[in-house]
């Protein structure tokens, strides 16, 4: 299995720009998770959906902040516009949420560096 | 509410010698305790997990934690370190029984010198 896929892996852009990142999970998991990593907040959690609906989102921090997951494949996260304190790294996560198992093992995508200018 | 807490920004050590990861917790009900390591520029990447049984876990890499209810711990152990053990390691607890949903700790790096 290729692993989480996320793109783009760098991406600089300027304040007030939007930002689109992708995401697409594991095949057959069912479980999708967005963190942030900035050096002040360490990892947060930003929204997690399971089976392709949005179950907590409490960690998005603002409007400026969507998340969609249109079908089992595919994720994105956007910020429109983008601000300067928005500079992160953003990761992408998905597991197979067994609940009899309760495995509970996340597989993280290798991230996509932000910097707004 | 579900937490864990890493009290150390940094533990160095030298290869060779044992090393030991701190990890505390906080939960109301059965804690399931994990541990990621995340090596630069990289993703993070599962070690080991507690869930229920023995309290001495063995994860990847020559990795094992040991679960400690008493005093709420769940400390990441190596007998041995390695240089490439270097890294940056976070202890997670999930929050409720029924989701995969992580709560991470801050975070401890670990340097490892030859």
């Known amino acids: 299995d290729a692993g989480v896929i996320q793109s783009p892996r760098h991406e600089v852009t300027e304040m007030g720009q939007e930002v689109t990142l992708r995401c697409k999970p594991i095949s057959g998991h069912n479980s999708l998770f967005w963190y942030r990593q900035t050096m002040m907040r360490g990892l947060e959690l930003l929204i997690y959906?399971?089976?392709?609906?949005?179950?907590?989102d409490s960690g998005m921090p603002e409007d400026r902040f969507s998340a969609k997951m249109p079908n089992a494949s595919f994720s994105t996260l956007k910020i429109q516009p983008s601000e300067p304190r928005d500079s992160a790294v953003y990761f992408c996560a998905s597991s197979l949420a067994r609940l009899a198992e309760n495995t509970g093992e996340l597989f993280f995508g290798e991230g996509s560096r932000l910097t707004v200018l | 509410a579900q937490s864990v807490a890493q009290p150390e920004d940094q533990v160095n050590v030298a290869e060779g010698n044992p090393l030991t990861v701190k990890c505390t917790y906080s939960?109301?009900?059965?804690?399931?305790l994990f541990w990621y390591v995340q090596y630069p520029n990289r993703g993070l990447q599962f070690l080991l997990k507690y869930i229920t049984g023995d309290n001495l876990v063995k994860g990847s890499y020559g990795f094992e934690a040991e679960f400690n209810k008493s005093q709420t711990s769940f400390h990441l152990k190596k007998p041995s370190a390695l240089v490439s053990d270097s890294a940056l390691y976070f202890c997670?607890?999930?929050?409720?029984?029924?989701?995969?949903?992580?709560?991470f700790g801050t975070g401890t790096r670990l340097q490892v010198f030859p």
């Open positions: 997670a607890v999930r929050e409720y029984e029924n989701t995969d949903k992580l709560i």
């Open positions: 959906f399971n089976n392709n609906v949005p179950i907590d």
């Open positions: 939960v109301s009900g059965n804690p399931y």
